[in-house]
């Protein structure tokens, strides 16, 4: 089956699926021949809610084998293995699934096409409560216990409930009516298109011409050219083109998916044999060896070397390597880079988490006011420490060059409090706002959102509906009454 029919079968599949037709989605989904991660953890979620655990399983079990990074399968089986009983097996898929979240407090499927926020303290809470059927009560309590590390402010009552209780709690499950969904992208071009019309007859010499079709050339320029002269020059264009030559399907929000003959733009290639390009006003991550550097010249020569058959399979995935988002020069994209010789990457750990870049060796001075800038708070109510405990407190005192060897590869992670509560500001969206940049936050008219920082004068970062972005302050409005 092409990937054109795949992408027409799935699409059919969740639309029955949205009109709750749970047997005919599932019948389209089991007639699709290679089906990718997400298509199989689609009908691992249909078998659950037909409750035949054994065939959730085994879907489970060939997303995972498709995909051994997709942190939700592993979730989705270890809740197939609880419900059959199984908790050693339970126990070891959530242990999985907080293994792939790698230190992470949430993972966001929204740009996989999945409108689902897997959250480490539900993966940890889960974990315990396998723990718990084990008999194994002290390993339960830990799992607990470091789930309360991360823990975010709408789940913190999840975990207080579960250390409070005497009794066996109940799991978190996934909602089996939320399914992986195509690119909306790829799925509007299926449509076919007429991207010539109908033609029409602007001017002519012949009197009542209004003949649209093939006909012997009639004269309309006496001593006119007799081909159209090529362009002299080309338009200036960000980036060195690049063809692709093999489908890369994302991983995390800030991959690109592309697929072959996708003309991309390259803005940096890294070490690491990854390149940060732009495609469709789209921006993000693409393996380079994925990619064919394309020469563009004159119209006579432009569309030499553009079809190219594809009778290799795709090259291994390179490994990522210290890739940290920072801010663009401009304060409008945020692009992945690597720290430069010359500077740290600090990573900030506090109520959300960021990132500041400082000159190595910088005094303290200079990092606190980093900080302090980011916050929007004065540095004396900010307080540094090494560690998540606040024993190693940084301060006006501390010899930098204790901290700065902790550093590693150029990154270092610090940890932030503030001795004065941070003023909460809230705002109302005045319009809609939608975008296809996996780190824009898309709200509708009306939508509460709560500032986390300033980018710069035109965008700010926030949540709202429980998603994480940045946005256009033109869009909203500051609500009155903001308190502390």
């Known amino acids: 089956m092409s990937y054109v029919d795949t992408l027409r079968q799935w699409d059919k599949a969740v639309t029955c699926a949205d009109r709750q037709e749970w047997s005919e989605a599932l019948r389209i989904f089991l007639s699709i021949q290679e089906p990718n991660s997400k ?18 399983e085994k879907a489970f079990d060939c997303s995972i084998r ?16 609880y419900k059959k009983k199984r908790y050693e097996e339970s126990s070891a898929d959530f242990q999985r699934a907080f293994k792939a979240l790698r230190g992470n407090q949430l993972i966001d499927y929204k740009a996989l096409g999945l409108r689902y926020i897997l959250y480490a303290c539900e993966v940890l809470h889960n974990l315990a409560l396998a723990e718990a059927k084990l008999g194994s009560w002290e390993k339960a309590q830990e799992n607990l216990v470091k789930a309360l590390d991360y823990k975010t402010d709408a789940k913190l009552s999840l975990i207080d409930r579960a250390l409070q209780s005497t009794l066996l709690f ?5 909602p089996l009516k939320m399914l992986f969904r195509p690119n909306k992208h790829y799925v509007a071009e299926l449509e076919k298109k007429d991207y010539l019309g109908k033609a029409k007859v602007v001017s002519s010499v012949v009197p009542q011409d209004e003949f649209s079709g093939f006909a012997p050339l009639q004269p309309q320029v006496e001593d006119g050219p007799t081909s159209p002269k090529e ?24 991959e690109l998916a592309v697929v072959p003959g996708n003309i991309v733009f390259v803005l940096q290639k890294g070490d690491d044999n990854w390149a940060y390009v732009v495609f469709n006003e789209r921006r993000g ?23 190219r058959p594809l009778t290799q399979e795709p090259p291994t995935r390179p490994e990522r390597k ?30 959300f988490n960021f990132a500041v870049s400082v000159p190595r060796g910088s005094p303290y001075v200079v990092l606190i006011g980093k900080v302090s800038k980011k916050l929007n708070l004065p540095p004396t109510a900010i307080s540094l420490s090494c560690d998540a405990n606040g024993k190693s407190v940084i301060d006006a005192n501390t010899d930098m060059k204790d901290v700065w060897r902790r550093a590693s590869g150029g990154h270092i992670t610090l940890w932030c409090t503030t001795t004065e509560p941070q003023k909460e500001i809230h705002f ?23 500032l986390l920082s300033r980018v710069n004068q035109d965008w700010f970062e926030g949540q709202s509906n429980g998603n994480t972005g940045i946005f256009p302050a033109a869009f909203v409005e500051e609500l009155p009454g903001n308190k502390l």
């Open 285 to 307: 991550l693409v393996p380079y060896n994925y990619l064919e550097r394309l020469e563009i010249s004159l119209a006579s020569n432009q569309h030499k070397g553009l079809a």
């Open 170 to 174: 109940k799991p978190v499950e996934f």
């Open 66 to 81: 498709k995909d051994e990074h997709l942190a939700v399968a592993f979730f989705q089986r270890g809740m197939t293995f």
């Open 39 to 56: 298509i199989y953890f689609d009908i691992g979620c249909l078998h659950l809610l037909n409750q035949d655990l054994d065939d959730a």
């Open 231 to 254: 362009p002299e020059i080309l338009r200036a264009l960000q980036g060195e083109p690049h063809t692709v030559l093999f489908e890369f399907d994302p991983e995390t929000s800030d």
């Open 322 to 351: 210290g890739l940290t988002p920072v801010e663009s020069s401009s304060g409008r994209t945020l692009q992945v880079v690597q720290p430069t010789d010359s500077s740290y990457t600090v990573k900030i750990h506090f109520t």
């Open 428 to 450: 109302v969206a005045l319009h809609s706002y939608k975008s296809s940049n996996p780190e824009d936050l898309n709200f509708q008219e009306g939508d509460m959102i709560k």
